[in-house]
């Protein structure tokens, strides 16, 4: 492997590794409050799109870095979604009761 291709991989793994504590933060806390939708909906759509860009050129670490981003930034979007739409059921069920 060439030093170029390990600049690259080292790159892609910080950058991906970066995401790591968000989720894992989302997942122990539940808290979800500082997350734009907008800005990771936005993030996702760009990385999926460098994905396919590298496919298309066939370029290893630009391939698993988006490749795991945009695992963890799908995980980020979901928990977000899905822990928002929990927060904004309790309200409904409360007044129901």
Partial sequence: ???????????????TASFIPQVVHILKTG?????????????????ACWLIYGVIISDLPMILANLITLLLALSVLILTISKRRKQAALPAQSAEE
């Fill in 1 to 15: 492997m060439d030093s170029i291709t390990l600049i690259g991989l080292l790159a892609a793994t910080c950058t």
């Fill in 31 to 47: 808290n979800v409050e500082g997350i734009s939708l907008m800005m990771y909906s936005i993030f996702t759509f760009g990385v």
